[in-house]
Each structure stands twice: as C-alpha cells, then as structure tokens.
C-alpha cells in the first residue's frame, strides 16, 4: 500500500485514507522552505540594523513560500506538523529580543525596585543605578511607560523570579507551542498550519520576543470553550433552558468570559468581545444572566486597571491602543492614508469611528467567529498605531475559517521591513510598499465578508 493509514476529517465520514506520495513531498517541500527560511532570518539578525535587512528579507521569502505551499496541505501529519512549529521556533529564538520586550522587562525591573514606570521615564536621573546593556537598547527614553498594568504585573513578576532575556523568550515560546497544539487537536494540521507554520508568527514571537501569546492562549481558550458550548449547540438560548448559570453552558460560558477578560486585561483591544459575549447572552438568556457575564468578563479589567489606578496613580488613557498619533514607525492604513494626502484627523476621531462600527457588527452578528474577524479586521484597518505583530491579534477567530486576509497579511506584513534598508532605525514606509502590505489584506477582509457567511463544517449558521 502507498502511504499510511491517518485519521482524515472528510465529508464522506470515513476516517482512513491513502496518503499519495505527491501529498507527502509537499508536505515536507513546504516544511523544508519555512525551516530554511527561519534559519536565515535568524542567521540575518533582526532587521533594526540596516545591514541586516536584505538576508533577512531573503529568508522571509522562502519562510513565506513554505508557509503558503502549506495551504494546499491535507489533515495529516499532525504531529510532524508541530514538530516542523516548535523547529522552526528554536531557530528563531537564538535572535536577541526586539526593543518592546527589553522595555517591558525593563520597566518590570523597574516597578520591582519601587519605582513607578508610569510616572518616571527611562531618562531619569533617580533610575541611573538601573541602567545597563538593556536600558541602552530602549528606545524613546522620555517617554513613560504605556503597557497596561497586567502585562507590567507580569514583567514585574518574571523579574523577581530572576528570568532574563532568555528565559521569558522561552516562556512566550512555550505558550505558542501549545496554542499550535491546541489548533492542532481542534482544527487539525491544515488549519493548525496556518498558525504553526506562519513566518509572521515565528519570527514576531520567537524571534523578537512580543508578548502576543500570553494574550492569545485565553482569546483562543474562551472563543473554542463559547464555540463549543453555544454555537455548536444551538445558540446562548441553551443557557437559560439548561440551568442558568449553574448548569453546566452557564458555568463553561462563564470560564469563556473570564479568559476573554483576561486577554482584554492585557490588550483593549479584546474588550468588545467581551462586550458582544454580554450582549448575545442578555439577548438570549436575560438581563441576569447577561449581566453576570458580563461582570465575570471584567473581572481581570476591574481588578488589574484598578490596581494600576490606585497604587500606581496610572491615567489609563495612556494605555489606550488609539492614544497614540501616527508614528513613522508604525503601520497605519486609514489615518495615514488620510495624513500622507493632508488631512489631519485627531485619534479620537478613529476611536468613536471604530466604536459606532463594533456596535453595528454587534447588533448584526450571532456568532462569535464573524463578529470577532469583521471587528478586528476593521479595528486593523482603522488603527493610528498597528505593527507587523498586531496583525496576530486575529489568529484566535481567523484560523477556523481560514480567513484569507490573515493569511495574506502573514506574508505581506513583512514589507514593513523595507523601511529598514540602508539606515539605523526605521524610516517613514513608501507609498509603494504600503499598497503592497495593505491590499492583500483589505482584498482577504472584502473576501471573508462576502463570502464567509456561515461555518463551513455545518456546526452552526450565522443566525439561530
């Protein structure tokens, strides 16, 4: 016989299959590309220095190739599939961490030694005992911290437990490994791919050190704990004929709330998730029992923003994620399209844009999947301030429906570091590769729109 005998998900319902041998040389083609595509950013060195970018770029390429010949693998492999992840993620993570994680550990170092990092810069003269290798690597030192007070709490933490550089690059990597396991188990290797053999992924977290799966492992938790028990189920109507909040829906709802919430508690940016999950339960089940919801999902917010409030005197609008105005640094679509053709518009002006549009996707959207791609695509969209490791945020809600503009996006984003070449630092990105890095993303969101109007495996329609 050719092949082996898998377990294979198809509509057919039988569950063994022949693997050609066609299906396997692609399968390993694509996974020999991403690790030699690994292997040669992490051989480059981290873009920030101009002389790096050209042999960074080069095996982001081939990193990307493989990651995109990996679409057209079938659910197999499983394991092998991980095993390619976590490779590829040892690769990278010999690369020295990116400036916002050596500020994070800094500023943790820093609350540890009873200071406040929301009131005093990294330039000042009473934190000079404290300076060394990483304060000298810390860009932007008259500027306070703008972290939320979870994330500092956990810095603060890792720090007084001796970790260094190394060691929470290991943590974060950790954690992403077993977010691939966890696709892996739920979605299998196809669409676990899109995540474990993602280069934008590796290279953000393994390579750089961004914190993003510290935030993702409880998004991804509550969206697959509220899939399972609400929309695979029938709807949050289920909650209140099954219980209430005692019953076991209202009890695993209620888990999925409070690990939403603590994403949210590490980035804003997952609160309206929260808000939805209030919303379709309250529309559902009843004021009781949506306001419970609710009050489960802040939580973290309440508890942590509370402390950071009184002990730390923080104005939280400095951890807003439209704080910001739009830096040459950063990515930005609609603001800085509207800036580079002059018009000026504040980052308020964004912020009760976005909020009106989450509110019209609130008030459509019964499922959780298509609220929370449509609602993060356009906060994207409209963000003042998105680097290449924002894009990550989607990956939790995206994966299950192979969303085509993370997919893209995966690959496009890593234009960003064109901006790098021939200087020290990063410049304002071309009109051309701006185009380059955005399109595929709009055309991936415009697509998901139109086209992705109900879950493909047949578990739940858009509306109950």
Request: net charge negative; with cysteine.
């Given at each position: 016989m050719l092949g082996s005998l898998s377990y294979y998900e198809n509509p057919s319902g039988s569950v063994f299959y022949r693997a050609t041998k066609k299906e396997l040389i692609l399968f390993l083609?694509?996974?020999f590309l991403f690790l030699l595509g690994c292997y040669l950013m992490s051989v480059a060195g981290l873009?920030?220095?101009?002389?790096?970018?050209?042999?960074?770029?080069?095996?982001?390429?081939?990193?990307?190739?493989?990651?995109?010949?990996?679409?057209?693998?079938?659910?197999?492999?499983?394991?092998?599939?991980?095993?390619?992840?976590?490779?590829g993620r040892l690769l990278l993570l010999p690369l020295p961490a990116s400036e916002d994680l050596v500020r994070r550990m800094w500023?943790?170092?820093?609350?540890?030694?009873?200071?406040?990092?929301?009131?005093?810069?990294?330039?000042?003269?009473?934190?000079?005992?404290l300076r060394g290798d990483a304060w000298e690597r810390i860009g932007d030192k008259d500027e306070?911290?703008?972290?939320?007070?979870?994330?500092?709490?956990?810095f603060r933490l890792l720090h007084g437990m001796g970790f260094n550089e190394w060691g929470i690059k290991t943590i974060i990597?950790?954690?992403?490994?077993?977010?691939?396991?966890?696709?892996?188990?739920?979605?299998?290797?196809?669409?676990?791919?899109?995540?474990?053999?993602?280069?934008?992924?590796?290279?953000?977290?393994?390579?750089?050190?961004?914190?993003?799966?510290?935030?993702?492992?409880?998004?991804?938790?509550?969206?697959?704990?509220?899939?399972?028990?609400?929309?695979?189920?029938?709807?949050a109507a289920i909650i209140s004929t099954n219980g209430g909040l005692s019953g076991g829906p209202g009890q695993m709802v209620s888990f999925a709330a409070?690990?939403?919430?603590?994403?949210?508690?590490?980035?804003?940016?997952?609160?309206?998730?929260?808000?939805w999950m209030f919303w379709h339960v309250l529309v559902k089940s009843g004021i009781k029992t949506g306001t419970a919801i609710l009050l489960v999902g802040l939580i973290p917010l309440i508890a942590f923003n509370g402390w950071g409030s009184v002990s730390l005197n923080i104005d939280l609008k400095m951890v807003s994620p439209f704080s910001a105005s739009v830096l040459p640094d950063t990515l930005s679509l609609v603001p800085g399209t509207l800036s580079r053709i002059g018009v000026g518009l504040s980052h308020e002006f964004f912020f009760w844009l976005l909020l009106v549009i989450s509110l019209l996707l609130l008030f459509r959207n019964s499922s959780?999947?298509?609220?929370?791609n449509l609602y993060t695509g356009t906060y994207l969209v409209l963000a003042v301030v998105v680097y290449p490791s924002s894009f990550l945020w989607m990956a939790p809600f995206a994966l299950g429906a192979m969303h085509l503009g993370f997919r893209l996006v995966s690959m496009s984003a890593f234009i960003y570091y064109v901006s790098y070449l021939g200087g020290e630092g990063?410049?304002?990105?071309?009109?051309?590769?701006?185009?380059?890095?955005?399109?595929?993303?709009v055309i991936g969101i415009l697509w998901y729109f139109f086209k992705c109007r109900s879950k493909s495996s047949g578990f739940y329609v858009r509306s109950y």
């Open positions: 083609f694509s996974a873009p920030e220095l101009g002389e790096n970018v050209s042999s960074f770029l080069w095996g982001a390429v081939l990193a990307s190739v493989g990651f995109f010949l990996s679409w057209f693998n079938g659910k197999r492999w499983m394991w092998l599939m991980i095993g390619v992840a976590v490779l500023e943790g170092e820093v609350l540890d030694s009873n200071f406040n990092p929301y009131q005093v810069t990294p330039g000042a003269q009473e934190l000079e005992l306070v911290s703008s972290q939320p007070p979870l994330s500092l709490a956990i990597v950790v954690v992403d490994i077993w977010i691939c396991i966890i696709l892996a188990m739920r979605y299998g290797s196809r669409k676990a791919a899109l995540y474990g053999w993602n280069p934008l992924v590796a290279f953000s977290v393994a390579g750089e050190g961004h914190m993003e799966s510290l935030m993702l492992l409880p998004a991804l938790g509550g969206f697959l704990i509220w899939e399972a028990w609400v929309d695979r189920k029938g709807g409070l690990l939403m919430g603590l994403a949210a508690a590490m980035n804003l940016v997952f609160l309206p998730i929260v808000i959780m999947e298509r609220f929370a990063p410049v304002v990105l071309g009109w051309w590769c701006s185009v380059a890095l955005w399109i595929p993303f």
